[in-house]
């Protein structure tokens, strides 16, 4: 193979130049690919190479003489997001598969690409093709994906948004059981009312204080030497009674 | 591809609303100018941009290389392109070209190697390309058939003349003429059956015409010939006019003395016809020349004469078929500056004159005024320089004319029969320099009560009763203001006041900007009230191949004055209030780098920094407290201090900071002069504490190796010279704008880094990153490193230990992908620094500024996990390695700001608020609130449910009252 040397030589980005155009279709998020502002523009960069070009009338984007390179692709437009592409131009010659010359070839391929993700990582392929009627020309389409919303409103007041608040609602049932509670117990049949307030009193939330004797202890009337457990007792008969007055 | 909506919309979420501009504030708070330059007197034109609508915009293409329409009757841009390259600096020596295509909704513009067509109505490009060499002259084809008209270009390339005709419809090249090359080519002209290619033929300063006719289809050559100019033409500039687009092109320009205006008709032969210039009021000064550029249109064509005090003109026939010039009338002198323009309707040309008295309009065929209007101006406008006109015949014979002017106070007004409709302030375009100012206080009552406490018990207490007795007249007025202050409040129409009064307002939203532009202009804005310009005054002439390079302003807030020091040691002093002019000094031999207010034992002082970084010796009591940092002639960084021993203050060099070798330094940032941090640590979420890195006295330096492609980074002590931090980034284009920022105890740069070939190892990424690091005293939380025992620490001895390193920070950095290039950073400042500071980028790319929140810039963020419980109640979110640049971070919102260089800040009185203006081609100014309004009610809050609320109670009370107290009554003494 006395050509390699030579063809690696060739295979070098030659000084050729590309042209691409990249139209931007109408979608249903953007129906009228016209109505996106003058100032949108599309810039193609890789290292030491920057091209920009503006949004022409017929809702393309027009890179006459790119150079070889692979390039990262985006578009700047002050009324929807673009997703950026990897866009690879190939041009320049290359040893046919058989060795027995050099082809002249020229292509160009996009991907979609993630920021934050490494070079290599391509998206999914964009369709590239020629131009219909165009040598040299290469065509794929740039849909919009998001619209621009650059502001927020405000959240105005409504009486629903406050009702759904937690704090309300434990607030309002809390109402409820203090000032519906004495409705219900005098609507109450008397039968009924005394099983309840029995059931009440033997209930452990009543009857807790008889459960820990050290809470109920009185050091005074210890001290003073009258441990009384008639009085005790009797304090205790008269405490239930109080309760069920003050409901 | 679903995966960067997924990211966007993560991102989206993350963003909390308090960074977002709401809808009912946006216009409100903020303010734009939306500018172009000052419009040329080539390039600026009515056209129709629909060829069956009688609508006419009107298309400039300024001084700053943008491209805009404006609507007529409003003044407001209809659609705006900047020509100028996002990175390459629009100068005046690459002049631009605009040319209209009539009957057609197409203008064409060329600046630089590139030629764009544009659809007049909507802005869009038509087709754009780009050729080697610079535009020299751009012309419009005419055809007589209808097809798209095509586009002639005239290139200088390497000092050779290259005429292209290029493709209407696409652009493309149809034919080129390569001319000699030891021509200097000029001019472009055509009569539809020939083209002309007009070069200046000869020795530099002495130059021949030579007209080459080239045939329009093919582009060859038919003839040329040679007009003899030697003693007359010596630049360029000397050829006054050269015809195209009409039945008679012709070239023109005047002898040395203006006493005879040469003329050659296109096409015809070598002769000259030789005109007089009539003298009017002393010697002429300057000569131009108006000429309809409409092929249909009658060949005349008006000479105006200006002299120093007054100016005159002639209007001149040529005869087509027999090739002579005759003059037909003239009009009379005027004294002052006059403008007059051409417009032509069909075969009529109408010329306008107008002056500081009167309009005139008259045809080029008779002397015969068609409309006469008064000039109705404030007084205010200045001289009128030059415009483009339009004039419209009414029914019979009655005509308006509307005429856009340049005023030599860079105002550009639009002047409809006399009266003024509208004025846009485009000299204010091209800001290079701009300052906050405080609205002088008024000190009347702070002197007398100061007078009251200094005098005796006795008299200060009568004076102090016939003062309140004196305030007693105000009373009145004050009483009378009272019901519509408390409906204001009330219905809360806002919180500036909007009366005409420059005064104070207790949030301090209300200040003054001084804003130098590149024209020598000064100009103060009222921030609180919509960036309204209050006054510019012309503080230098500025030739306009030159620009102003102002390397400081000092705002003497106490004095109410505001010091404005250019790069050649010139220097005004401007009220803040009134734009007059104080002083001034020449521009010097000197010339400066920067500029630095520095503290001083007399006070403050303006201190200017020569080109090679040395001071001069001055007196002890002016000699600067602290340590200066400057820029040495090979590019080198010294720290300088003042030694007070001797007689007089001498700098002394304390350290030379010199990059690495390759390297050259871009530029040096400090931290802000007002930085307050309020507190010194960050309390991590297990409650201890992370001290922060507190240094006031550090420069980041930013150094860039072109052959390498590398940027690197050093933060320097500037006391010692110790580099505390260096960073090297590789891969990176050093072309791409590379900016940086440092402030409280982090700093922040952003660039563009490629996958690097060599490291096929390392997965890496393409595209512009934003790098945070911030810095700590150390590592370990409720340690803070070697400096913690001391109560004081120097520098230059970090410790007792002789010749001990320095204390280093601890330095913690992240690094972030964003979308685009970040052309400049700055930060948000408030009073205390309570509340975060907020990033403000500005994005040349999408004409845009930005506020990046701080808490998604936290280098600390957890990599690659959750934020535990802890991290979590420190606002810790999980690192993701894109920030998209949401819409809602624009403080820009839906406004375009284009050209934007500068962003300052400055605190209000609220802690909360800080004001930012942005500066550049446009001028934008807002008010941000990086952690929320929380120290103002905003819009949101509801004065009129608040009143309707207590009104309510109020209400209830009093009918519930007498109903309880019945209740009571009834219940101690009714009976059952």
């Known amino acids: 193979m006395h050509l390699s040397p030579l063809s690696a030589l060739l295979l070098l980005p030659a000084a050729l130049a590309t042209h691409l155009r990249i139209s931007v279709p109408s979608t249903p998020l953007l129906q009228q690919p016209s109505t996106l502002p003058p100032s949108t523009h599309a810039t193609l960069i890789t290292l030491s190479h920057h091209y920009s070009a503006p949004l022409t009338v017929s809702n393309a984007f027009e890179f006459r003489n790119v150079s070889s390179g692979s390039y990262l692709l985006d578009v700047h437009c002050h009324t929807h997001f673009f997703a950026p592409l990897r866009v690879d131009v190939h041009e320049g010659l290359k040893l046919k598969s058989d060795g027995s010359g050099v082809d002249d070839i020229a292509e160009v391929m996009a991907w979609g690409t993630f920021r934050g993700n490494e070079w290599g990582n391509k998206g999914e392929a964009v369709v590239v093709k020629e131009v219909e009627g165009k040598v040299g020309v290469w065509g794929f389409e740039v849909p919009a994906r998001v619209v621009k919303d650059y502001y927020i409103e405000r959240a105005g007041f409504s009486p629903l948004s406050l009702l759904q608040n937690p704090m309300i609602l434990i607030a309002g049932f809390s109402m409820i059981l203090v000032f519906g509670m004495p409705y219900i117990m005098d609507n109450m049949d008397p039968e009924m009312k005394a099983e309840f307030e029995e059931r009440q009193k033997s209930s452990p939330l009543s009857g807790g204080a008889q459960a820990n004797p050290l809470q109920s202890f009185d050091p005074a009337a210890w001290l003073a030497g009258a441990p009384s457990a008639g009085t005790k007792e009797k304090r205790d008969d008269r405490a239930p009674a109080e309760r069920g007055v003050t409901r | 591809m679903r995966l960067p909506i997924t990211v966007l919309t993560l991102a989206l979420s993350l963003l909390p609303s308090s960074h977002a501009i709401f809808a009912d504030e946006a216009y409100s708070v903020d303010y734009q100018h939306e500018l172009l330059g000052l419009p040329q007197p080539q390039t600026t034109f009515f056209h129709r941009p629909r060829k069956d609508d009688k609508a006419t915009l009107l298309y400039t293409l300024s001084d700053l290389g943008v491209l805009g329409a404006v609507h007529p009757g409003t003044g407001k841009v ?3 392109q900047l020509l100028a390259g996002e990175a390459g600096e629009y100068n005046a020596s690459s002049k631009g070209f605009l040319r209209p295509v009539e009957g057609e909704s197409t203008v064409v513009s060329a600046v630089g190697g590139r030629v764009d067509s544009w659809d007049a109505m909507s802005g869009r490009e038509r087709w754009g390309n780009l050729f080697a060499g610079t535009i020299k002259d751009l012309e419009v084809m005419e055809t007589t058939s209808g097809d798209v008209k095509d586009i002639l270009a005239l290139y200088d390339e390497d000092g050779k003349g290259v005429l292209r005709l290029l493709k209407g419809e696409s652009g493309n090249v149809k034919w080129e003429y390569h001319g000699e090359i030891t021509d200097v080519p000029l001019q472009v002209s055509t009569n539809v059956e020939k083209i002309f290619v007009i070069a200046l033929h000869g020795t530099t300063g002495a130059y021949n015409l030579k007209i080459t006719e080239l045939d329009p289809v093919t582009g060859k050559q038919i003839s040329e010939h040679t007009l003899r100019s030697l003693s007359d033409v010596h630049s360029p500039e000397d050829v006054l006019l050269v015809g195209a687009n009409s039945a008679a092109p012709i070239v023109a320009w005047t002898d040395k003395d203006f006493k005879n205006l040469k003329v050659n008709i296109l096409g015809r032969s070598a002769s000259i016809t030789s005109l007089p210039l009539a003298e009017a009021d002393g010697p002429i000064t300057k000569v131009e020349i108006h000429a309809p550029h409409l092929i249909q249109s009658l060949p005349h064509f008006l000479v105006h004469s200006h002299s120093a005090t007054s100016n005159r003109a002639d209007v001149y026939h040529i005869n087509p078929a027999s090739g002579t010039i005759a003059k037909e009338y003239e009009l009379p002198k005027l004294s002052g500056k006059g403008a007059i323009s051409v417009s032509s309707q069909a075969a009529n040309v109408y010329f306008t004159r107008l002056t500081e008295d009167e309009c005139i309009v008259v045809s080029s065929a008779s002397h015969g005024i068609l409309g006469r209007w008064p000039m109705r101006f404030t007084g205010k406008d200045g001289a009128l320089l030059h415009g483009a006109s339009e004039v419209v015949q009414r029914t019979g014979d009655t005509y308006a004319v509307r005429s856009a002017v340049l005023t030599s106070n860079d105002d550009w007004l639009l002047i409809r029969n006399g009266a003024v409709d509208w004025t846009r302030p485009e000299g204010l375009s091209g800001a290079v320099a701009a300052a906050w100012a405080e609205i002088p206080e008024s000190e009347n009552l702070a002197k007398t009560l100061e007078a009251e406490a200094h005098s005796n018990p006795l008299s200060a207490y009568i004076h102090r009763v016939n003062r309140h007795a004196h305030d007693l007249q105000y009373l009145p007025a004050y009483l009378q203001a009272l019901p519509k202050r408390l409906l204001t409040s009330i219905i809360g129409s806002g919180t500036a006041s909007q009366s005409g009064v420059l005064a104070r307002d207790s949030f301090g939203f209300n200040k003054l900007v001084i804003v130098a532009t590149v024209r020598g202009r000064v100009y103060g804005l009222n921030a609180g009230n919509q960036g309204f310009v209050l006054w510019s005054s012309k503080a230098f002439d500025i030739p306009s191949n030159e620009k102003w390079d102002v390397k400081g302003i000092w705002v003497e807030q106490s004095k109410g004055i505001a010091t ?3 790069s050649k040691g010139e220097s005004v002093t401007v009220h803040v209030v009134t734009g007059n002019v104080l002083e001034t000094v020449a521009p010097g031999s000197d010339f400066i780098q920067s500029t630095v207010v520095v503290e001083t034992p007399s006070g403050a002082l303006f201190l200017p920094i020569s080109l090679d970084g040395n001071l001069d010796e001055v007196p002890v009591d002016q000699a600067p407290k602290d340590n200066l940092v400057v820029q040495g002639k090979d590019g080198e960084i010294k720290g300088l201090k003042f030694d007070t021993k001797g007689p007089g203050a001498s700098p002394v060099v304390l350290w030379t900071f010199q990059s690495g070798p390759g390297e ?29 890195y507190l240094n006031p006295n550090v420069v980041l330096v930013t150094a860039v190796s072109e052959e390498s492609s590398y940027v690197a980074f050093y933060l320097i002590d500037s006391v010692s010279g110790d580099v505390l931090y260096s960073v090297t980034h590789e891969g990176v284009d050093i072309q791409q704008p590379i ?55 120097s520098s230059i001895e970090p410790s007792d230990i002789p010749n001990a390193e320095p204390a280093l920070p601890y330095v913690i950095s992240q690094t972030f992908l964003i979308p685009e290039a970040i052309s400049h950073m700055s930060v948000s400042q408030t009073r205390q620094g309570i509340t975060t500071r907020q990033l403000v980028c500005t994005l040349a790319g999408s004409n845009a500024i930005v506020g990046i929140p701080r808490h998604i810039l936290d280098a600390r963020r957890p990599v690659g996990r959750a934020p535990t419980p802890a991290e979590m109640e420190e606002g810790l979110i999980q690192y993701h390695p894109v920030i998209e640049f949401d819409p809602k971070m624009a403080l820009t919102h839906k406004r375009e700001v284009i050209g934007i260089k500068d962003v300052i800040a400055t605190p209000a009185v609220l802690e909360s608020t800080s004001l930012l203006f942005a500066y550049g081609i446009d001028v934008f100014g807002t008010r941000v609130a990086p952690s929320a309004a929380f120290d103002i009610l905003g819009k949101s809050f509801n004065r009129l449910s608040l009143v309707a609320t207590v009104l309510a109670l109020w209400i209830g009370v009093f009918v519930l009252a007498p109903m309880t107290k019945r209740k009571q009554i009834n219940e101690r003494w009714a009976t059952q």
């Open chain 2, 78 to 80: 209809v659609w705006r």
């Open chain 2, 564 to 566: 404005i020091k250019g």
């Open chain 2, 664 to 692: 050259k330094i871009l530029n040096v940032v400090s931290r802000p002069p007002h930085d307050p941090v309020a507190s010194i640590g960050k309390v991590l979420g297990d409650r201890t504490v992370l001290y922060k």
């Open chain 2, 739 to 793: 900016t940086s920022v440092l402030t409280e105890n982090w700093l922040a740069y952003s660039l563009w880094s490629d996958i690097l070939v060599t490291e096929a190892t390392l997965p890496g990424s393409k595209g512009y990153q934003i790098i945070v690091s911030e810095l700590f005293e150390s590592a370990v939380p409720n340690d803070r490193g070697p400096l913690g025992p001391t109560v004081n620490s």
